[in-house]
């Protein structure tokens, strides 16, 4: 059964840090482009931050350049985003995404609150 299990969401305060977790289980990540999205709510989900299959390539959406980190252990099939210095308005589902040639699949997400 193919998955993506995201985990590591949770309660930070603002300017905190948060690491999130995205497994994958049933295929093999690395021929794949993974990226992490997020929805705030009463928000479209929109792009964080984006990685190539070995990793050398990264892009980021602007609001997360500079205190966000995107990785991945492809022998372990694992990606992660590091957050830090985190606003409230980062508060969302984070999703994150393995996408080859056109088909994708998706987490069922972790939620992260930013909250004092």
Known sequence: ???LVESGGGLVQPGG???LSCVASGFIVSPYVMSW????PGKERELVAR???TGWTT???DAVK???A??????RNTMYLQMNSQKHEETAVYYCQALLRGNDYWG????VIVSS
């Open 70 to 75: 995107i990785s991945r252990d492809n022998a």
């Open 17 to 19: 840090s948060l690491t």
């Open 37 to 40: 999205y997020r929805q705030a």
């Open 1 to 3: 059964q193919v998955q």
């Open 51 to 53: 990685i190539t299959q």
């Open 59 to 61: 892009n980021y959406a």
């Open 108 to 111: 069922q997400g972790t939620q």
């Open 66 to 68: 500079g205190r966000f």
